[in-house]
């Protein structure tokens, strides 16, 4: 991509509309401050096989967070599943000028309206940040949250061999 920041901000909407002429079921959201001076707080996107396979994945989805570096940092949210070939197949994305308690309740909702009901019983597995284990069950309630162990801990500094 070309340009400053700025420009590629401004270009979001008209790259997920043109995205969409292609993939009618492709879903975004794009806030921004105020009417005024339009700025960039949160966006989210899904892509339309995403929501027509979902049924065939398995029941687990794994969600994490990866801090954006450049001139406007952010947070990059994905949840992805695994396949019946046990492939990663990537769900929902998000991006948000930070890593918040909000910005977690908007992603998991967004992730509920365009994937499950909010009675649907699946497996969320997550890294240990406090403000997703504490949103999690607020959003679905009837969900099972595990929380995914950091590679020290699965053992890898006890010279144990590491988990496939």
């Avoid at 340009?3 to 270009?11: C, K, V």
């Avoid at 096989?49 to 990866?66: A, F, G, M, N, W």
């Avoid at 997703?132 to 020290?152: A, G």
């Amino acid at each position: 991509m070309r340009g400053s920041f700025e420009h590629a901000y401004q270009l979001l909407t008209n790259y997920f509309a043109e995205v969409r002429l292609v993939n009618p079921n492709f879903v975004f959201d794009i806030q921004t401050t105020s009417c005024k001076d339009k700025r960039f707080t949160r966006c989210f996107w899904c892509f339309g096989p995403s929501k027509k396979t979902y049924k065939l994945l398995r029941p687990v989805v794994v969600i994490d967070e990866t801090f954006l570096k450049g001139r406007y940092h952010g947070t990059l949210l994905a949840a992805i599943a695994i396949d019946p070939s046990n492939h990663i197949f990537p769900l929902i994305f998000s991006i948000t000028d930070s890593e918040t308690t909000k910005s977690w309740t908007y992603f998991l909702e967004m992730f509920g309206s365009n994937f499950h009901g909010y009675d649907t019983r699946f497996v969320v597995i997550t890294n240990r940040n406090p403000r997703i284990i504490n949103v999690v069950p607020k959003v679905f309630p009837f969900v099972i949250h595990t929380l995914k162990l950091p590679s020290k801990a699965r053992g890898s500094h006890l010279g144990w061999q590491q988990w496939p």
